[in-house]
């Protein structure tokens, strides 16, 4: 965990869970899951976490509590956007509903700060936050351990309690409670149109102050549901990065422009383009419009790159352009892998940094 992080949309992380498990094509390459298995692979909050494989470091399933770190928040006193289990998922299968008290324990208590929680299982978050809300606010308030914690027990009960008396709040200077936590971020991570699918409605079938979508490995194109108050998107990193085809972060813009939902470009990730107006200097993606183009220009123009189809297919061969002419899938973009800090985040020349309403000072 970190006081101030690189991400983009965040300003610090906190990881009082690590561990996770893959559920779907987006976890493939996870920075978390392939950190916990090399360089933090005997630190003790990732240890035994992950497992060898011959395609590197997988998630075991396992999780782990870090109490070390629960209350960290807590002794923060600016305000800030914190991103909840960073190198894990509060959600997770392994998580007890316990652990998840304590959590939202910590962000009722510091309502000074903005929380961010990312989900792949959006079914557990909705079943845990349908349940009464007073019955979640006693939960959490009986999580609290007494003396231990930056927050005396009568402060919690002033803070989170249901039932605290005016007098008792007003001694704490703390608000009546309000439910949904509104210092708290709901969202769900996806990578394609199947997973959003699976996750956006679900989501926003749970009680949440604002819902979110990071598509971030974007791998397919995504149609934004317009209830979503929030849209971050980004390419992949890391040495076996997928490509993120242009026309499928261009649309989320688009349609979160359409939509009037605030829109983050986090990173084109491993690849972009090598290609660059002569006019001004601008990188240009350059695309075969037909077969006979390609015949024609593929030995000028993909130098080195690689090139995809418009459902994102790569095409390598003779073979699988003509497979792309007889099924319509042109035009073929061509893309060249520069690595994430050449590749940058301008979309269009543009940095697009939207944030919703309501984010931490």
Same mark, same amino acid.
């Given at each position: ?10 300003? @610090?992380?906190?990881?009082?869970? =690590? ?67 960073? !190198?894990?998922?509060? #959600? @997770?299968? /392994? ?16 309502? !000074? ?18 349940? %009464? ?24 009960? @002033? ?34 149109? @199947? ?84 006019? %001004? ?18 030995? =000028?123009?993909?130098?080195? /790159? ?21 099924? /319509?899938? #042109? ?31």
């Amino acid at each position: 965990m970190a006081d101030n992080t690189k991400i983009e949309w965040t300003d @610090a992380t906190w990881n009082p869970i =690590t561990g996770c498990s893959i559920v779907s094509p987006g976890c493939t390459n996870c920075y978390a899951m392939k950190l916990a298995g090399t360089r933090l692979q005997h630190h003790p909050s990732r240890a035994g976490l992950t497992k060898d494989s011959k395609a590197g470091p997988v998630w075991t399933g396992e999780v782990r509590f870090n109490a070390q770190w629960l209350t960290e928040p807590l002794k923060w006193k600016r305000p800030r956007m914190i991103f909840v289990c960073a !190198h894990g998922d509060l #959600f @997770a299968e /392994g998580v007890p509903d316990e652990w998840i008290d304590q959590v939202f324990a910590v962000m009722a208590l510091a309502p !000074h700060h903005t929380f961010q929680v990312l989900t792949k299982r959006p079914e557990r978050m909705r079943g845990y936050l349908s349940v %009464d809300p007073e019955i979640l606010r006693d939960r959490w308030y009986k999580s609290v351990p007494a003396g231990k914690w930056p927050v005396s027990v009568s402060e919690a009960h @002033a803070a989170i309690h249901p039932h605290a008396s005016d007098d008792m709040r007003a001694l704490y200077n703390r608000t009546q409670p309000v439910f949904p936590l509104p210092n708290v971020w709901l969202g769900v991570s996806v990578e394609d149109q @199947a997973r959003a699918d699976q996750r956006i409605t679900i989501l926003l079938e749970t009680p949440a102050a604002i819902h979110w979508m990071s598509a971030e490995p974007l791998i397919g194109p995504v149609v934004v549901n317009p209830w979503l108050d929030w849209v971050v998107a980004g390419g992949e990193s890391g040495r076996n990065a997928r490509p993120m085809h242009p026309d499928w972060v261009i649309s989320l813009r688009d349609q979160c422009a359409a939509a009037g939902v605030p829109f983050l470009f986090k990173q084109w990730g491993e690849w972009h383009t090598a290609a660059y107006r002569t006019t %001004d200097e601008e990188p240009v993606f350059r695309q075969f419009t037909t077969f006979d183009q390609w015949v024609n220009k593929a030995s =000028t123009w993909i130098n080195g /790159g690689i090139c995809l189809d418009r459902t994102g297919r790569q095409l390598k061969i003779g073979g699988d352009f003509m497979r792309a002419r007889d099924e /319509g899938t #042109f035009p073929v973009t061509i893309m060249h892998r520069l690595g994430k800090k050449a590749a940058g985040r301008m979309l269009d020349g543009v940095e697009h940094n939207g944030f919703p309403v309501g984010r931490a000072a």
